[in-house]
């Protein structure tokens, strides 16, 4: 299995950027299709952002196309998340998380689609 570690979170004002990275250790993450979600107090964990396993194809919430970038780098196992002019509905738990794949062109839409998780970092975004 893959463990998955992000990091990058923290406290910071409207229209800041702030980028989130995941670290992937005990197996390639060119095996699997990744995915940001987030989860805010009292709200269902939602998918932000989702790249395929050869990282040709992308998905953006919709509250976040033009502000938030995915991208991976299989070489470093890493994936990322540039988020520029934050806003404070952008305050929750980020999470990363990877899902099987065997489609390098792929993308993932379901929580329940992905097997692996990581622990989840906070953004809190201020007014």
């Known amino acids: 299995q893959v463990q998955l570690v992000e990091s990058g979170g923290g406290l910071v004002q409207a229209g800041d950027s702030l980028r989130l990275s995941c670290a992937a250790s005990?197996?390639?993450?060119?095996?699997?299709?990744m995915g940001w979600f987030r989860q805010a107090p009292g709200k269902e964990r939602e998918l932000v952002a989702a790249i395929s396993r050869s990282g040709s194809k992308t998905y953006y919430q919709d509250s976040v196309k033009g502000r938030f970038t995915i991208s991976r780098d299989n070489a470093k196992n890493t994936v990322s998340l540039q988020m520029n002019s934050l806003k404070p509905e952008d305050t929750a738990v980020y999470y990363c998380?990877?899902?099987?794949?065997?489609?390098?062109?792929?993308?993932?839409?379901?929580?329940?689609?992905?097997?692996?998780w990581g622990q989840g970092t906070q953004v809190t975004v201020s007014s």
């Open positions: 005990g197996r390639p993450i060119n095996f699997y299709a």
């Open positions: 998380a990877a899902a099987t794949s065997y489609d390098y062109g792929r993308l993932n839409y379901r929580k329940d689609e992905y097997n692996y």
